[in-house]
């Protein structure tokens, strides 16, 4: 189905319940439809229109979730994390070719100073405590030079642009259309069996692939609601629950994690807000993780694989009757998925190599960027393949291992070690919470086995001890010749853990 963002939400029901925060009236979907009506009609009088380019630094919650759907049926959006330094502003706004950015009234911060140093038209949003959540109006501080184009978005025109993370190299910039984010939308709300009665709560991120297609756009798609919190708090999350009575959330699995934490003092809610499933995505949950939150919540939990460049959803475990496999990121769920040879233009019809897609989710390509795009895309059987950078092989059932990111699996002297199985037994140790095994550097070997870890509250361990049962269960090349100790792991802005780069931030050099 090739639609527009707008074309998900244009026909259910004008009192059907669309956003909803803290403390705030909800916003129907007749209200969502009129402030993308309003917003376009402001965007036209400041000069941006279709094709335009608008940058959106604002606080997550329900302005943000509302911002992207309205401003995307004008111009092209590009939500920009708030947390970025000046210099990181200025580099995305000039990298994005920004005609304009949407900034909170009253806020003067480093994106404003950017902005405004690029000569950026600058849109300031307003809101109202009083009003429903997510409504808002736009106020141009500064207006674009020339006359914009006054046609609204159409299902091949791009309606939002994001980076990648830029671990290791340039981000890259990645266009999706209005028919690839309307796609996974509707595969996202198919594989999670949606409906209007059903709820989501989101904590994550707004500037992110996850909170906004997942949280937001499916849930629109399928005529339901989404509670917008402003971020994410294990503290709050359960006052959360009592008052915006969800039936699902989604989150990473250190989220997930950080719930569990906290659980157990919180079993009346609960037992009073029953969820028909928990979503985890965006990086592998541990087998271990969801099979405790499968029995603290009475719920299914979904694991689902997603990638900015699929407009996030690839693959999910389906919902009961069908099972969940711990350890596993589930079936196909919109996109067609194969295994491909890692360094061929061919598809394997069995054993490990890259994951790799085609489908209507999947980006065009990188912008700008032609031999990331002859490296990541090749046509066979009839189809372009995306190649995700992520090893893994299907079983019988045609669910998908993952065995890790490519660039990610450690190199130890030739013996190749997966990250996601060291992980694996660590969290068998019954001290341990939380783990990220990543490679160290190694002066003969290139590269060593290396894990972080932190244990469970009043829980002790020390680091002979946790490499004698690595070493009870692993072979030996496999076996971290450093476990780090941790209060907490050092986290991106999406609250996933980072195995690139964290030797050097761990202060671990060369043995």
């Known amino acids: 189905m090739s639609a527009t963002i707008s074309d998900l939400f244009a026909f259910h029901r004008n009192d059907g319940l669309a956003i909803g925060a803290p403390d705030r009236p909800w916003l129907t979907y007749a209200g969502l439809r009129d402030l993308v009506s309003h917003t376009v009609t402001a965007l036209h009088a400041a000069g941006i229109g279709r094709g335009d380019r608008v940058a959106i630094v604002l606080p997550n919650g329900p302005e943000m979730a509302a911002a992207f759907v309205a401003v995307s049926q004008a111009a092209v959006t590009a939500p920009l994390n708030p947390g970025y330094r000046q210099e990181e502003f200025a580099f995305y706004l000039s990298d994005l070719k920004a005609k304009a950015i949407v900034l909170a009234e009253g806020y003067d911060g480093p994106a404003h100073d950017a902005a405004e140093a690029a000569g950026l038209a600058i849109l300031r949003l307003g809101h109202d405590a009083r009003d429903p959540a997510g409504s808002f109006s736009l106020r141009a501080e500064s207006i674009a030079p020339g006359e914009p184009d006054r046609d609204t978005a159409r299902p091949r025109d791009v309606a939002l642009i994001l980076h990648t993370s830029g671990t290791t190299s340039r981000p890259k910039i990645v266009p999706l259309l209005h028919g690839n984010v309307s796609a996974s939308a509707h595969h996202i709300a198919q594989s999670l069996a949606l409906t209007p009665h059903d709820r989501c709560l989101n904590m994550m991120p707004l500037f992110h692939i996850h909170g906004l297609v997942a949280a937001v756009t499916a849930s629109l798609a399928a005529g339901a609601s989404v509670w917008c919190a402003p971020g994410f708090d294990a503290l709050r999350f359960f006052g959360w629950m009592e008052t915006a009575h969800p039936t699902w959330y989604t989150a990473v699995p250190t989220m997930h994690q950080a719930i569990l934490g906290r659980a157990a003092r919180n079993q009346p809610v609960i037992d009073a807000v029953p969820l028909r499933f928990l979503r985890s995505s965006s990086a592998s949950l541990p087998a271990q993780v969801m099979l405790e939150l499968a029995r603290t919540f009475s719920a299914p939990v979904i694991e689902a694989y997603g990638m900015t460049e699929a407009a996030h959803q690839m693959a999910s475990n389906p919902l009961p009757p069908r099972r969940q496999k711990p350890g596993s990121v589930g079936v196909a769920a919109g996109p067609l998925l194969r295994i491909a040879h890692e360094t061929e233009n061919r598809l394997l019809d069995e054993g490990i190599g890259e994951v790799v897609i085609s489908g209507p989710n999947v980006t065009p390509g990188y912008e700008g960027n032609p031999e990331a795009n002859a490296r990541s895309f090749f046509e066979a059987g009839g189809h372009r393949w995306f190649r995700t950078g992520d090893q893994g092989a299907l079983d019988a059932e045609g ?3 993952l065995t ?97 780069g964290l030797a050097e931030k761990l202060g671990l050099g060369a043995a």
Do not use: W
Request: contains cysteine; neutral net charge; proline residues 5%.
């Open 404 to 500: 890790g990111r490519l660039k990610e699996i450690i190199n130890r002297g030739g013996e190749k070690v997966s990250p996601l199985e060291v992980d694996g037994i660590l969290m068998d140790h019954p001290a341990v919470q939380q783990v990220v095994t990543f490679a160290m550097p190694h002066a003969k070997l290139g590269e060593e086995v290396a894990a972080a870890v932190v244990l469970r509250e009043g829980m002790q361990a020390d680091e002979a001890a946790i490499r004698a049962f690595c070493a009870e269960r692993l072979a030996d090349f496999k076996v971290p010749r450093r476990v780090i100790l941790l209060e907490e792991i050092p986290k991106g802005a999406t609250g996933k853990l980072q195995r690139i």
């Open 399 to 401: 669910y998908l291992g």
